[in-house]
């Protein structure tokens, strides 16, 4: 039978719940973390592989599975298997004589259970707990099988996505192909330059050279009165021809020896060992309405960290922030003119330099950012950098006809604000459509952010000190103003939907509804003159850039 149970050993303050039977055994101490039923045995870490060892069909429970040991009932206490007798009404909860030498040995207030439990069988919370535990075990049951449904679409989206990676690798495959195509037709428009040269020399020389035996075989018949005449002449044409047929040769010798040979595009491999994967797998979330749950933040703590390197010549402007996955964050720095990333603890481990002024960047999926880099009447690109093993490279570029203030992304379209037109384009640079224009002869639009579901794109006004939020397709839905938004300049918005704009005169960020028509709270005041902002969801904490060599992280609660 099972030995073990509750004990407290004189002489020592150790207290074992249960101790291990085959420890025991042996006159030893030892707590047991694991019950088997078939041989009724309590085992501790060390004697539980052995008996593995030797009974590998033996079903055991752990402590966390401690209702299925032995002697679990009602009126034991889980934890250490004795009788439950009294309750702590400090802590709200079910105590044994274990709990209460280990736990509640200072607490104020602690009652005998029969007297608590006197006439508790005739109450209405009693008479109700069978329905509602009907209830309960229902609400399991569907989620159940909500869950069940959710892996089979699960697999689902899984062969589907299989098929999209395989599909785009066949679309890599031609054009792959195409390029290889391309450069074996021009690889033979070469060969056929550099053959027909060849036959034309060969042609040449095979014609001096009848020409020439045929003179000398002719100068060898001369017969007659006119043989001397004759042969003079012969031997005049046949100098003549030696010296046309020797400049011939000499020019053909000098020439230098014509080859092939073939220098890759060093470009198209560095891109391809640039890469990770041929795209991002990314968890996609959606939210009922019944859950989607708003959270109206406030400020717990704040800290400033330098993002200050001695390459800056002078104080730095952060006028755009980004996280990645892994917990890096990618900042630029507009004055100048580089992207820098920090660590964990927001610590300089890289930076990118830029050949013109970054004025804003976004985050596209997996370590990639993109930076819209601009140089008033010169340049206007958007380039894209992605973080490998601890250092920035750059990937790609595109340009566009006008300057850029703010850029954002979603789900491979992006979103890009001139001074009074918002427009969308692809991942790649095609410009699709223009969605919203502010009608002003003033530089209105100062930042712009999408919704998770991409049903709302939010844009600032900072001339008008507003917040504006469109639908999709550009219109306007509901416009936000408020005595503390000041210019308001940069703004964000969460992977859950909580939105964050920052008022640029007025030195806070507010967090508004996710229809950005009223405020929730002033979740940071006396910043510095907020340029750029980020809501990490990881660590629940607003970072914060401006004109200064110090980012502002606010942690949130």
Known sequence: MASGGSSIYKGSDLIRDYNCSKCEEDDLNTEAQHFCPQC?????????????????????????????????????????????????????????????????????????????ARGFLKTKEFKQLPAAVDQMRSMLDELRNARMKDRASLRDSYKNLIAEIKDLRKEINKILDELEKNTVEQLDSLRKDLDQSSKDD???????????????????????????????????????????????????????????????????????????????????????????????????????????????????????????????????????????????????????????????????????????????????????????????????????DYHISYIAHHQGQLYVCTENVLYRYTIDGQMKNKIYDSKSYLNTLSSCAVSPDGERIYVTKSSDHELVTLDKVGQVLYTFEDPELQTPTALCVSPSGHVFVCGFDSRIVLQVDREGRQKLATVVTGTVYPESVWFSEATSSLIVGGRDNNIIVVKLC
Request: glycine content about 6%; overall charge neutral; proline content about 2%.
């Open 202 to 400: 060969l042609d040449t020389c095979a014609h001096m050279n009848d020409q020439l035996k045929t003179m000398v075989d002719k100068l060898q018949q001369i017969t007659g009165k006119l043989k001397e005449t004759n042969s003079y002449i012969g031997f005049i044409k046949c100098q003549t021809m030696l010296s046309k047929t020797n400049s011939m040769v000499q020019n053909i010798q000098k020439r230098p020896k014509e080859g092939m040979k073939f220098k890759s595009d060093e470009s198209v491999t560095q891109f391809l060992r640039n890469l990770n994967n041929l795209g991002n797998v990314e968890i996609e979330l959606s939210m009922s309405k019944t859950t989607d749950t708003v959270h109206v933040y406030k400020t717990e703590s704040q800290s400033r960290f330098s993002v200050q390197i001695k390459k800056d010549g002078i104080q730095c402007n952060i006028s755009g922030i980004c996280e990645l996955p892994s917990g890096e964050v990618v900042i630029c720095d507009f004055i100048n003119n580089r992207v820098k990333l920090l660590n964990q603890q927001y610590k300089i481990i890289d930076h990118n330099d830029l050949p013109a002024s970054p004025w804003h960047m976004c985050y596209i999926s997996g370590n990639e950012v993109a930076v819209a880099v601009n140089d008033y009447n010169v340049l206007y690109e958007v380039h894209f950098l992605t973080m490998t093993r601890g250092q920035l490279q750059a990937v790609r570029k595109f340009t566009t």
């Open 40 to 116: 009724e045995h309590y085992l501790c870490d060390k004697c539980v592989g052995v008996h593995g060892v030797y009974f590998k069909k033996h079903t055991v429970y752990g402590r966390r599975e401690i209702q299925m040991w032995s002697g679990f009932s009602l009126d034991k206490c889980d934890q250490h298997g004795d009788k439950l007798n009294v309750h702590c009404d400090d802590h709200k909860e079910l105590c044994c004589s274990v709990c209460v030498a280990l736990n509640h040995r200072l607490c104020s207030s602690i009652s005998h259970l029969p007297d608590m």
